[in-house]
């Protein structure tokens, strides 16, 4: 269909009008998919069924290679395009997640997460495929299914184990109640406490016991008091797991588990100091023995590539979408995995409107995220993304720029890790 003479503007736009009707074209079974795994919402690291969905999604589609219990258990890859060799190859990734939450199913999303990230890999390929020239432009489409991000950060346990290695550039989105380009998603560990005394009868002989939900409270409440001194933008949050059996039971075993949060990984480390302090004196005060355990995955934050944004910005806007410019709504900020991706691989991770005013994590966003009326926007969003994709392999320049975008934010955090941890040495 497509003229062999054409200029590279035109043909551009050419291309991205063909994306959308391919991805339009495709929108029955990328529904299907999203609703299937919606309809068995599973935890992380327990996606089982979600992961034999894509992966025969995957399978069914000509031309993927698809690599099931990619790196872990419930993750996948599928690959189109030639080998990494010598020569020249683009590689882009797209990113699928698809784990839901204890007791709300998919109040975030996930299911749609992974249809955009099918549709936009899906659009690609199809339209790349349509090429007059293929071999003029080497491009490696890659989708990674990725796991338990609600839970644990299967994309940490992934880059550990070279999952994203080779790539040049990733893209995902996730849903939210409008569109923006970017929310803050700040860096987090979790760490669980626990504390062991010994258990008496609370009222014949209480002088007997070590009161372990004791040592609970004043953890709490050290930490609380300690927020004065945090900065505004920190945050220390968390609850009390375990707080004994019974009242009249001297608590032998209490446990809880608090989440840490800072803008930047590099400051992270002076509030784990400054917590832990509050962990450790209320062992102290009780004559409790205390076990502080962190989570084996830190997220990290996530880092901006201003040029991936634009680009983005400006085929959603192409598309109809309406980015956010609400102060408050951009100072909304959470967590995500695919920060620590961000600094492995530059990529992007814009939030998409699902056509409901429901907040994620509630039920009313698991019904919106499995209604029939998300579909116009999941498509839309995947248009955006493989539109964008588009531009950076016809443009190789644009590629270049993120690149040293990548290499510059990497080296402004290090700089802000050094610093920190000179001053706390
Ligand atoms: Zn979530
Ligand atoms: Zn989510």
Same mark, same amino acid.
């Given at each position: ?42 935890? +992380? ?14 399978? %069914? ?111 995902? +989105? ?35 016991? #070590? ?16 927020? %004065? ?45 400054? +917590? ?64 620590? #991706? ?20 509630? &039920? ?10 998300? &579909? ?20 190789? %320049?644009?590629? &270049? ?21 000179? &001053?706390?040495?």
């Amino acid at each position: 269909f497509l003229p062999e003479e054409m200029s590279s503007s035109a043909l551009l736009s050419e291309l991205k009008h063909r994306l959308g009707v391919l991805i339009d074209a495709a929108e029955p079974k990328l529904h299907g998919l999203s609703r299937d795994i919606w309809t068995c919402p599973e935890l +992380a690291y327990q996606e089982t069924q979600a992961h034999g969905t894509l992966v025969d999604f995957f399978s %069914q589609e000509p031309g993927w290679t698809v690599d099931p219990h990619f790196k872990l258990d419930t993750a996948f890859r599928a690959v189109w395009g030639p080998e990494l060799g010598p020569g020249p190859v683009v590689n882009v990734g797209f990113l699928c997640e698809f784990d839901a939450l204890p007791g709300l199913g998919h109040a975030c999303g996930h299911n749609l997460i992974a249809e955009v990230g099918a549709a936009a890999a899906l659009g690609l390929k199809a339209v790349l495929e349509e090429l007059p020239d293929r071999s003029s432009l080497p491009v490696r489409v890659t989708v990674l299914g990725t796991p338990a991000e609600e839970d644990g950060g299967g994309k940490i346990d992934m880059l550990r184990e070279g999952a994203f290695e080779g790539l040049d550039v990733v893209f995902m +989105a996730h849903p939210s109640k409008e569109d923006a380009l970017y929310l803050p998603c700040v860096a987090e560990h979790d760490v669980t406490i626990r504390y062991y005394g010994r258990a008496s009868h609370a009222s014949a002989y209480p002088w007997e016991g #070590v009161n372990a939900l004791d040592a609970a409270v004043l953890c709490y409440n050290s930490l609380s008091v300690l927020r %004065q001194q945090l900065k505004p933008d920190w945050r220390v949050h968390g609850i009390i797991k375990n707080g004994g059996v019974k009242p009249n039971i001297i608590p032998d075993y209490t446990e809880l588990e608090f989440y840490l949060r800072t803008p930047s990984r590099a400051e992270l480390p002076v509030l784990k100091e400054k +917590a832990e302090r509050c962990f450790r004196s209320a062992a102290e005060a009780t004559g409790c023995t205390v076990e502080v355990e962190f989570s084996k995955n830190r997220f990290d934050n996530m880092l901006r590539f201003w040029t991936l944004e634009q680009l983005y910005e400006q085929n959603g806007t192409a598309l109809g979408m309406e980015f956010t410019t609400d102060e408050e709504v951009l100072k909304e900020s959470g967590s995500t995995d695919f920060g620590n #991706v961000t600094f492995a691989v530059p990529g992007i991770h814009p939030y998409f409107y699902i056509g409901a005013n429901a907040l994620v994590h509630t &039920q009313e966003y698991t019904s919106a995220a499995g209604d029939a009326r998300a &579909q116009f926007y999941a498509l839309r969003t995947a248009k955006a993304l493989s539109m964008t994709a588009l531009d950076l392999l016809m443009n190789p %320049q644009l590629l &270049q720029k993120i690149k040293e975008e990548f290499t510059e934010e990497k080296h402004k955090e290090e700089d802000k890790e050094t610093r920190l941890s000179t &001053q706390r040495t």
